[in-house]
Structures are given as C-alpha cells and as structure tokens.
C-alpha cells in the first residue's frame, strides 16, 4: 500500500519548555519511523517506510510485485532544541515528539579584539 497524502498532517506547538510536534500516521508501526535532529541546522527529519509484498500461493510465478515507499518530511525548528531531551511516542496513530530548547544565557555575545 502506497503512502497516502494525508499521512504527516502536522501541527507544531511551542509550549513553556520548547515544542510539542504532532504528525498523524494512521496503520503505522513504530519500527517503520526513523527520526532524525540535525541540531546545528534545527532540523528534525522524520522519515517513513512501508513495504509491501503481494503473497502468491503459485510458487512457478515469474514476476511477483513488490512495492517499498519511502517519504520524508523535515521541520525547520525556530530555535536550538537540546538533542538528549527529545522524547517520541506514537499512541492510537499520532507520533507526538517532545523538544525542549536549549537555554541560551546570552543571545548576544561580546567578542574581544586583542
């Protein structure tokens, strides 16, 4: 079965600690998600795999079809998220992600010139 386009309908939440990402991912098993942060770019990748083989009783066949989707989707995150916190659940067909931000205590930092 093909990957449907309604699958990874999202919403990014930010709360007190960082954000919430919620992505829909009905029939999906947890083995079949690969997440991904590149923290130095405040990306998070989360990719899909589904295979699929079509069962023949007739073992003379000579062409049996198979079919493997792969789909990726990336969320530019609007600031440092710390990559040890991330936490990923995925319950009755939402994968809910958990990032908290990385406090900064100086957004701006004085560089001095010897």
Do not use: H, W
């Amino acid at each position: 079965m093909p990957i449907p386009l309604d699958y990874f309908r999202s919403d990014l939440l930010e709360t007190d600690s960082g954000y919430e990402l919620k992505i829909d991912l009905p029939d999906v098993k947890k083995d079949q998600i690969n997440i991904e942060l590149d923290s130095s770019r405040k990306i998070l990748q989360v990719s899909l795999s589904q295979s699929e083989e079509t069962e023949n009783k007739n073992k003379n066949y000579l062409l049996n079809e198979r079919s493997t989707s792969l789909f990726t989707r990336r969320y530019n995150l609007p600031c440092a998220v710390d990559g040890e916190s991330v936490r990923a659940a995925l319950q009755d067909g939402v994968l809910a992600i958990s990032l908290n931000r990385i406090q900064a205590e100086n957004d701006v930092i004085q560089v001095q010139i010897v």
